[in-house]
């Protein structure tokens, strides 16, 4: 049986689904697909909790790490891409309390062999339920997301209640109230100075930049309006960038700023709604994705490779388990996107619209 995907209500799930107002779809969200730098294998976790390696060059599949004793949904692999980090996080909860105490801790291990490196200590910390426990629980599990695409001592880490940068020279943990960006993964500003987040609120929401010595510095607010889909985003030295079915806007992290511009997408129609257009680097084509309504109330999900310039398409796939931009993961030099879906598994995709990987669940 599948291990459950994250709960709605985990603060990973947030980091997983980005916009709440845009993301929130009320389905699950699928793990994530971490590549190396060189774009030549990708690395992820499947249901027994174990930690794979598939080269795409070789076509082969290795497990790196039997068991991680964690439930980290998503690890993170270093810059340099010879290290992976999970996190084990526990809950424990005494009936009748308003008070959980939590235990977290990092755990590292070589990208290639799968050897365990080194661990950090278990840190402790105290939130406030709000209400009573209904129950005693006595170290609970709780789902992780990582980050490690900043600098080598610094990871990113969202579960167990609380967000945090570990900073692994000084072995501490600095609490920020944010939530890292997640789109493709890349929520680090290319010149590694700091991080883009945000704070769903009910009018919009709030973004914020992060230093590595958790200083906030906020940008501004955003709405989504009620049929917006976002369905490209990119890093424009400080500037981030989201393409969506209505407008670009630019969050500059550097002015502390939010414009927009009215631009509307260059796609071919196809049948279904306008989910995703992901363009590969050095092509002319982009990677669409559509969603197509079912009779049944559910949906079924087009993936395309398009030209629109030459007005040419060309369907790669049917799929039907699909969670809108959060379930692609471009590959470092933007040539290939992997996408997790959850009738068929990990499908890799290049430019041409060939499958050059399809790694059953």
């Given at each position: ?18 916009l ?25 976790s ?14 082969a599949?290795?497990?790196?790490v039997?068991?991680t ?16 980090a ?8 005494v ?16 990208s290639?062999s799968?050897?365990?490196?080194s ?10 339920l ?22 080598p ?5 969202v579960?167990g ?5 570990y ?10 109230q ?15 100075k ?11 929401d709030?973004?914020?930049f ?7 510095t ?6 989504a ?12 030295k400080?500037?981030?960038q989201?393409?969506t079915?209505?407008?670009v ?32 680097a050095?092509s002319?084509?982009?990677l ?14 087009h ?21 809108i931009?959060?379930s692609?993961?471009?590959?470092p ?7 997790r ?8 995709i ?10 059953a669940?």
């Amino acid at each position: 049986m599948a291990r459950p995907l994250l709960s709605i209500n985990t603060p990973a799930r947030m980091l997983l689904l980005g916009l709440a107002s845009v993301l929130l779809t009320g389905c699950s969200t699928p793990d994530v697909i971490l590549w190396t730098p060189d774009s030549s294998s990708i690395i992820y976790s499947d249901d027994a909790g174990r930690l794979i390696r598939y080269d795409l060059k070789r076509k082969a599949r290795k497990i790196i790490v039997a068991d991680t004793k964690t439930d980290t949904p998503w690890p993170a692999i270093s810059k340099d891409g010879k290290k992976l980090a999970v996190a084990n996080i526990t809950t424990s909860e005494v009936k009748g309390s308003r008070e959980a105490k939590h235990k977290l801790q990092l755990i590292f291990y070589d990208s290639l062999s799968g050897e365990k490196l080194s661990e950090t200590k278990v840190h402790e910390y105290t939130t406030n339920l709000g209400e009573p426990a209904q129950r005693t629980t006595e170290d609970r599990q709780e789902e992780a997301a990582l980050n490690w695409s900043g600098p080598p001592d610094k990871v990113l880490v969202v579960g167990g209640s609380g967000r945090w940068i570990y900073d692994l020279e000084k072995d501490n943990f600095i609490p920020i109230q944010g939530y890292p960006f997640p789109i493709y993964n890349r929520p680090v500003r290319p010149d590694g100075k700091g991080f883009l987040a945000f704070f769903p609120t009910k009018d919009g929401d709030s973004f914020v930049f992060y230093d590595w010595n958790g200083w906030e510095t906020s940008i501004g607010k955003w709405k989504a309006k009620q049929d917006e889909q976002i369905l490209h985003c990119v890093w424009k030295k400080n500037i981030y960038q989201m393409s969506t079915t209505h407008r670009v806007v630019s969050i500059d992290t550097e002015n502390r700023k939010i414009t927009e511009r009215q631009v509307k997408p260059n796609f071919l129609a196809s049948s279904g709604e306008l989910m995703v257009a992901f363009p590969f680097a050095g092509s002319d084509s982009q990677l669409c994705v559509f969603r197509q309504s079912k009779k049944d109330g559910g949906s079924r999900y087009h993936v395309e490779i398009q030209r629109p310039l030459l007005k040419q398409r060309k369907v790669v796939v049917t799929i039907q388990g699909f969670h809108i931009i959060s379930s692609l993961f471009p590959s470092p030099d933007n040539k290939l996107v992997a996408i997790r879906c959850s009738d068929k598994g990990i499908l890799v995709i290049n430019a041409e619209g060939e499958i050059v990987a399809n790694i059953a669940r």
